[in-house]
């Protein structure tokens, strides 16, 4: 299978709610990370994971946690969502070390109301 | 914090002209890698510099490393409509925590 896969690619949910956003990687990509962008601005770093182990975190809160399968997918888990949490979600892969770029997803583009 | 801060942040040029596109930080990068997004898609890689002072080239688009691994550049010649977009540059740290630092990103619009 070629490409990044996300799903769904739109999703409404209510302040304080729970939600869990999908991603489908390329065979073969061991890492995985993920990325918030507010629009209008570049994608913030959320995390990353590589062989389903975490491996870099950026300065987002304890709420924000995910989860990396040996299928090559993953997941994103947001507790307690907040209206600012609204944006796009991206998800990325790659095959090799820090040298190699990412395979994007198109996004899920989360709203809170 | 590393960051990396694009110029301009929006360039409106008519087709045919060139454009150089600058993405500047303190901090050392191992790679610098250049992005375009379309509306509603993820970025797509253009490509990534590994060695300072490095230069690839994409058809029309130039990128350069800086020497010092710090800075990066996008020249585009004999612009056209479709490459209108947006223009994102991201550092992978050289060490420590794996973490993959964007661009403000700079709004590219070619005029027919």
């Known amino acids: 299978e070629t490409g990044v896969t996300q799903s769904p690619t739109h999703l409404i949910k209510t302040r304080g709610q729970q939600v869990t956003l999908r991603c489908s990687s390329q065979?073969?990509?061991?890492?995985v990370s993920w990325y918030q962008q507010a629009l209008g601005q570049g994608p913030q770093f959320i995390f990353q994971?590589?062989?389903?182990?975490?491996?870099g975190r950026g300065n987002f809160p304890p709420r924000f946690s995910g989860l990396q399968f040996p299928n090559y997918s993953s997941e994103l888990n947001v507790n307690a969502l907040e209206l600012d949490d609204s944006a796009l979600y991206l998800c990325?892969?790659?095959?090799?070390?820090?040298?190699?770029?990412?395979?994007f997803g198109s996004g899920t583009r989360l709203t809170v109301v | 914090t590393q960051l990396l801060e694009q110029s301009p942040q929006f360039l409106s040029i008519q087709e045919g002209e060139n454009l150089t596109v600058y993405c500047n930080s303190s901090?050392?990068?191992?790679?610098l890698q250049w992005y375009r997004q379309e509306p509603g898609e993820g970025p797509v890689l253009l490509v990534t510099?590994?060695?300072?002072?490095e230069v690839k080239k994409l058809k029309r688009l130039t990128f350069q490393f800086g020497d010092a691994r710090k800075d990066s550049s996008l020249h585009i010649t004999a612009a056209q409509p479709g490459d209108t977009g947006l223009y994102l540059c991201?550092?992978?740290?050289?060490?420590?925590?794996?973490?993959?630092?964007f661009g403000t990103g700079t709004r590219l619009t070619i005029i027919p």
């Open positions: 994971y590589y062989r389903e182990e975490e491996n």
């Open positions: 990325a892969s790659r095959e090799g070390g820090r040298a190699y770029g990412y395979t």
């Open positions: 510099v590994v060695t300072g002072g």
């Open positions: 065979s073969g990509h061991n890492t």
């Open positions: 991201a550092g992978a740290p050289a060490f420590g925590n794996e973490k993959l630092t």
């Open positions: 901090s050392v990068f191992s790679s």
